[in-house]
């Protein structure tokens, strides 16, 4: 383990807000408008090498402004039955965080609302499963406030992430508490004239066509805001779950319904597109409510065709203020892939960047390290990651996220 954590110190030791939204939600139901730009996708094979030695002199390394963060999921916060009080959390807080901070690492983005719940105490969602085993049940601590203490101790950033419109995937929670939203608004509903949530492949997911929703969403930022000394808030790609129309087709004829004689209606996915939109400037505003210097931020997948696919607007956000503080791809490739090779989807992100005010920071697969995913193409070189970061620092990027936690241990 030491070694490990000593050959990833060597790898990455090393705000201002963004403008005001410039563009009025309007399109129908305040919805933002979206940019028409065309999404591309990359498609040929790159014929880069791996670097085979540690480079410690990167002038990026020792700037305080670049982001060296790791994600932190929900996974690595669940404590044994015999363990659930506040000391056991608080000690694996610290030996987290203590491990981070030897690593060189500057931010956690600690995953606070995975299933409409919080690890932290709320007034709109119920306490996660995660803590106790039961939905809703109070655990007599607070999780959130202890990483951001305890991170804040040791100079680090805590940014929180949230899933903001999963609700349940599986059996994932086993049982959902009486005081989720979803359960009250589907207690509260004889005969819905919004629809609230769709279902997809045994999962619940709230639909963000509903002014109700987004406003849930956005409050729900804004309370983490105003309640903890966080320095960010961050989502992952968990949009839209399907391309299929059906889930949410009801939603759809009920917006072309309310369209005035003689306009012309959005076509689904633009619809689509439109919904998410409002909902993330809903979100960067409730982030910017009160003035402090905090981040917020967006991990979509790396794959533009996917995230079109999504319904995530990529294009605009990367050109536009007021949807974003920064973009993170997640960049979950070799150097040596055989259809989205690192340099290349990079150097495409880079150029899609056309806001100087948005920081782009890249997610790095360090779940990958040493495993045959990718067609074998980690298995090339034995310092990938460095020389992902290395590529990243030589062309300014703001810096890079690794996923996860979990897998700290597997570098080297």
């Not at 498609?43 to 030695?53: I, K, V």
């Not at 959390?89 to 965080?97: M, N, P």
């Not at 982030?287 to 967006?298: L, R, Y």
Request: aromatic residues 12%; charged residues 25%.
């Amino acid at each position: 383990m030491k070694k490990n954590l000593f050959r990833l110190l060597l790898v990455i030791a090393g705000t201002a807000l963004s403008a005001l939204i410039v563009t009025t939600l309007i399109l129908y139901n305040g919805l933002a408008p979206i940019d028409k730009a065309p999404v591309s996708d990359t498609g040929a094979e790159d014929s880069e090498e791996t670097h085979s030695s540690l480079n410690t002199t990167d002038d990026a390394a020792d700037s305080p402004e670049e982001m060296r963060g790791i994600w932190l999921p929900y996974m690595c916060l669940t404590l044994s039955p015999d363990e659930q009080n506040e000391s056991a959390f608080r000690r694996k807080a610290c030996g987290i965080l203590d491990k981070c901070s030897a690593c060189g690492l500057n931010t956690v983005i600690m995953q606070v609302r995975p299933f409409s719940d919080a690890l932290y105490k709320s007034k709109l969602f119920p306490w996660s499963h995660i803590l106790t085993g039961t939905q809703g049940k109070d655990p007599g601590f607070d999780p959130l406030a202890i990483m951001t203490e305890e991170a804040h101790k040791r100079g680090l950033a805590l940014h929180a992430w949230i899933n903001p419109l999963r609700i349940s995937t599986g059996n994932t929670p086993r049982e959902l508490s009486e005081d989720n939203p979803y359960i009250k608004w589907q207690k509260g509903l004889q005969s819905p004239k919004e629809n609230y949530f769709f279902e997809y492949q045994g999962g619940l997911y709230y639909d963000p066509s509903s002014k109700n929703v987004r406003a849930l969403i956005a409050e729900g930022v804004r309370e983490l805001v105003s309640s903890y000394d966080i320095d960010g808030v961050q989502i992952d790609d968990y949009f839209y779950p399907t391309e299929d129309e059906s889930i949410d087709l009801a939603s759809y004829e009920e917006y072309k319904s309310a369209i005035p004689d003689g306009s012309k209606p959005l076509s689904h996915q633009e619809w689509r597109k439109n919904n998410i939109n409002s909902l993330i400037c809903m979100m960067y505003m409730a982030v910017h409510s009160d003035g402090k210097d905090i981040e917020f931020g967006i991990a979509p997948q790396c794959n533009f065709d996917n995230d079109e696919r999504m319904a995530a607007d990529i294009r605009s956000w990367c050109s536009f203020s007021g949807y974003a503080d920064y973009i993170c791809p997640q960049l979950y490739v070799s150097n040596q892939h055989p259809v989205f090779p690192f340099r290349r989807l990079a150097d495409e992100w880079c150029s899609a960047m056309k806001n100087e005010k948005t920081k782009l920071y890249f997610g790095l697969a360090l779940y990958k390290v040493g495993t045959d995913e990718d067609s074998g193409t980690w298995l090339t070189g034995e310092d990938i990651i460095k020389s992902q970061i290395d590529y990243l620092r030589s062309h300014s990027v703001g810096g890079f996220i690794l996923y996860s936690y979990e897998y700290i241990d597997n570098y080297g």
